[in-house]
């Protein structure tokens, strides 16, 4: 594991890595997160295989709700709820695999404008494992395992949030898939 700091430099070496279908490990809003390019069916596996979780369902993040439309397309409730919580901790479900969101992480929407496609941002910990809001937490998760990451960014101690609430707003129904920062009642509104 390569460990850059958060910096042009560092961020051009994210970039590069990312483009190479290489996963990184960078800081969001809520947490340092584990991912790469959303669509790359190799980083996929590969980001499984280093949370040690049998399923492919993974969480993204996206340089601006243009860029989730672009990829995803949003309904009218969607973006009613993407133009009310983002930038911030709201994902949602846009398809069978992914939840997404524009997070309030320079660093983050940076990599996803960089890259050009929103990215995989997935705890960077092992499944069931504490969620990392440090380096050496990182690390402390990886090391000696077979399966790592290939570069992190550190930006030095994160604030303790809560994680994303994830939200299927698809169909006629919203359906809460996992509570966190933002309240069952803030989106009963909607």
């Known amino acids: 594991m390569k460990i850059v700091k958060a910096n042009q430099a560092g961020l051009a070496a994210a970039v590069q890595a990312i483009k190479r279908n290489r996963p990184v490990v960078f800081p969001t809003d809520t947490a340092y997160a584990l991912g790469g390019i959303f669509d790359s069916s190799v980083v996929q596996r590969q980001i499984a295989a280093i949370k040690k979780r049998g399923d492919s369902k993974f969480t993204l993040v996206a340089a601006s709700t243009s860029q989730v439309e672009k990829n995803f397309g949003l309904n009218d409730r969607q973006k009613k709820l993407a133009k009310k919580f983002w930038p911030g901790p709201l994902s949602l479900v846009v ?55 290939m570069l992190l960014i550190d930006a030095g101690r994160l604030s303790k949030r809560k994680v994303s609430t994830v939200l299927d707003a698809r169909g006629t129904n919203l359906k809460i898939i996992r509570v966190g920062a933002i309240s069952a009642r803030a989106l009963s509104k909607f």
């Open 95 to 149: 398809s069978k695999k992914f939840a997404v969101r524009v997070p309030d992480s320079a660093i983050a929407k940076t990599l996803a404008r960089r890259v050009g496609k929103p990215l995989i941002a997935t705890s960077a910990n092992i499944s069931g494992e504490a969620t990392p809001y440090t380096i050496a937490a990182v690390i402390d998760q990886f090391a000696d395992k077979k399966n790592q990451p």
